[in-house]
């Protein structure tokens, strides 16, 4: 495969994997699942880089993001642009959604999203990379459960309940 085939289908996958929070973001608003909105994006998340076919592409995409300008390039537009476009598309917005957008409709700063994607990024940076113990090998179950409480305070910000 040539590298710019590589390219294509690694930005193609990052795409689908934008898609599918966006789609669960969205999908917890929609049904007024607000309080279970970490649980569902994280939810996507995991079973994404569980998957043992999708997992060394999405590895690719996010080495080449940590060692190339242009892998960079390509994550930045994901995280800043692309998942926010897919989650207002999702939602049935006629207007481009991005970050400030999106706070809005969470009621939330732009920064807790970018400390909610922190989260979740350091978490797949630790597990899949750096193969760091014991969060390498812990069930993706135990992380959600584990994570999901604090991403959900960083996208609910004031909003944000204790469990019942």
Same mark, same amino acid.
């Given at each position: ?9 690694? +930005? ?15 999908? +917890? ?10 649980? +569902? ?17 999405? =590895?690719?995409? =996010? ?42 409709? =969470? ?14 990024w350091g978490t797949i940076i630790l597990r899949y990379i750096l193969k760091v113990e014991p969060i390498a ?5 135990? =992380? ?17 309940? +204790?469990?019942?």
């Amino acid at each position: 495969m040539t590298d710019a085939n590589q390219t294509q289908e690694g +930005s193609a996958d990052l795409t689908d994997f934008a898609s599918a929070l966006a789609e669960a973001g969205a999908t +917890s608003l929609t049904t007024q699942q607000q309080k279970q909105l970490a649980e +569902s994006l994280l939810q996507a998340a995991l079973t994404r880089w569980e998957d043992p076919q999708l997992r060394p592409r999405l =590895l690719e995409s =996010l080495t080449a993001a940590l060692t190339t300008e242009a892998g960079a390039d390509k994550m930045r537009d994901v995280l800043s642009s692309q998942i926010f476009t897919l989650f207002g598309k999702a939602l049935d917005s006629s207007q481009t959604t991005d970050i400030n957008q999106a706070a809005d409709v =969470l009621k939330v700063p732009p920064l807790n999203i970018n400390a909610a994607q922190a989260q979740v990024w350091g978490t797949i940076i630790l597990r899949y990379i750096l193969k760091v113990e014991p969060i390498a090998s812990v069930p993706a179950d135990d =992380l959600l459960d584990l994570l999901a409480p604090t991403v959900q305070r960083y996208l609910a910000g004031a909003n944000a309940t +204790s469990a019942d």
